[in-house]
């Protein structure tokens, strides 16, 4: 477990194949290759903004272009969605969302989740998300996974370059069922896991001497089978946890990492690292 060493500080708003997108302390923003150092200034907004929801970065593959992409919500209460290509254009574009409802345009408020090619916001009150195709810059309406015991936007996540979402049957039956979007154009959710963690449960017993512990996943490194958890003790700080690195398929606890004090988690590449 390596920290990486930013040239500036500020705060991490995503990030995609290794680069970050961070907002600074002088209210400018940059993507940041925080292996080189080298970093590019994202062109300042020139539309009126009331409320600047959310950002995020993501690769086209047809150009071989990274583009940042915004949700927002304008002074006439309109949500909005802006895209802007990294290298190439100076004004920001907006994405044509005209075919979206006014309700389906409220999915905008959420953190959006970046799988390959895609941006998504989950609207789980109105059971559907949003998908952004950075190549075509055109945004479709679908149905979110049908499992009613996924409750939590937080449960849609990226592993191995495909949205997938998690649903869980709480401790004690401690269980975790894992759904793939596995076509990105009919919106097919198919189940890809379904894991008992009474090992995992045994090992964190035996870890912290202790019964009541919190399991919380972090995120997915590698493949479609590899993730970050972050284990620790009922009422303890969770920086006094462990970080474990778990194989879904095999059920296997692959490695465990001493947590660090921070804020943020991310995969850079294929490797954990935190800010």
Known sequence: MTPLHLPFSGEILHSCDGLLLIHDDWDIKHVLNPITKQSTAVAPFTCSIWN?????????????????????????????????????????????????????????????????????????????????????????????????????????????????????????????????????????????????LQGLLDYCSSMFQAKSFKIERLVSVKSDEVVILRAYAQGESPELGQLVAYNLRTREILQTYKLEPCRIWLTHVNSLVFF
């Open 52 to 196: 600047s929801l959310s950002f995020s970065l993501a690769y086209a593959h047809s150009t071989g272009l990274y583009k940042v992409v915004c949700t927002l919500c304008d002074e006439n209460n309109t949500y909005r969605c802006m895209i802007l290509t990294m290298g190439k254009e100076e004004e920001w574009r907006a994405v044509d969302i005209r075919l979206l409802s006014e309700t389906a345009q409220k999915a905008f408020r959420h953190t959006p989740v970046r799988a390959r090619e895609f941006v998504f916001w989950i609207d789980l009150y109105s059971g559907y998300f949003l998908r952004l195709d950075v190549d075509s810059e055109t945004v479709t309406k679908f149905s979110c996974c049908k499992d009613g015991a996924i409750r939590l936007r937080e449960s849609y996540h990226e592993l191995g370059g495909s949205l997938y979402c998690c649903s869980t049957a709480g401790l004690p039956d401690l269980g975790w069922t894992f759904w793939v979007l596995k076509d990105t154009d009919g919106g097919e959710w198919v189940k890809l896991y379904t894991v008992d």
